[in-house]
């Protein structure tokens, strides 16, 4: 079967550095992708990895090891504005892209 | 360039109706896939059109139906609605198939009552 599984819940303070886990066991893998998603508004695009290893954008960092099919999400110097769900997505055998629930972080200031 | 829209926003239907829901992808996109995200399943794909045919399909019953017009617009229709079709519909576009990035549209609510 297909299964993504991240925490559901997680909380940091402001200013301070957050990782993400995201473990992940598809029928295939052809990628590996990040979103953000604010309360009530649509997803949007944050990384994508294909290759092992770290893929650096500003604050946000997203690592993979695809031989244990693990990822993380490296959130540095966070902001309140980054309070938000964070979904990690696998595109899985014949390019249909998997959802985990999603993880919740709270930013406290 | 514009994003993606999706209308209506906001519906409310009754058991038993049916639905339909447009996605307009980003000019020069042509694969539109669609999404129902509900607080308990998360985000769960329905399917993926590319140059107006199906080319993937998730696990929902045959109420569940889309198309894709030539100019890549899509359409989805929900038949004999059910209490449980209550989600926020998403339509997501990408330039072409298995590329790096899918951008959302704001999503469509579908409250069934």
């Known amino acids: 079967g297909q299964n993504i599984d991240q925490p559901t819940e997680m909380t940091a303070t402001e200013g301070a550095i957050v990782q993400i886990n995201c473990t992940y066991q598809t029928s295939g893998f052809n990628g590996l992708f990040w979103y953000q998603q604010h309360a009530g508004e649509a997803p949007t695009f944050l990384s994508y990895n294909v290759l092992d290893g770290l893929e650096e954008k500003g604050r946000f960092s997203s690592f993979l090891s695809r031989s244990k099919g693990y990822s993380y999400l490296l959130l540095k110097e966070l902001q309140m504005k980054d309070s938000a769900s964070y979904l990690c997505?696998?595109?899985?055998?014949?390019?249909?892209?998997?959802f985990g629930k999603g993880t919740r972080l709270h930013i406290l200031p | 360039k514009a994003g993606v829209t999706q209308t209506p926003r906001y519906l409310i239907k009754t058991r038993g109706q049916q639905v339909t829901l447009s996605c307009s992808p980003i000019s020069g996109h042509r694969s539109v896939s669609w999404y129902q995200q509900t607080p308990g399943q998360g985000l769960q794909f329905l399917f993926e059109?590319?140059?107006?045919?199906?080319?993937n399909k998730g696990n929902f019953p045959g109420r569940f139906s889309g198309r894709q017009f030539s100019n890549s617009r899509s359409e989805m229709n929900v038949s004999t609605l059910e209490l449980g079709d209550s989600a926020l519909y998403l339509c997501a576009s990408s330039q072409d198939r298995g590329g790096e990035t899918q951008y959302f549209g704001p999503g469509t609510r579908l409250l069934v009552l």
């Open positions: 997505a696998v595109r899985a055998v014949d390019d249909k892209i998997i």
């Open positions: 059109y590319f140059s107006e045919t199906q080319r």
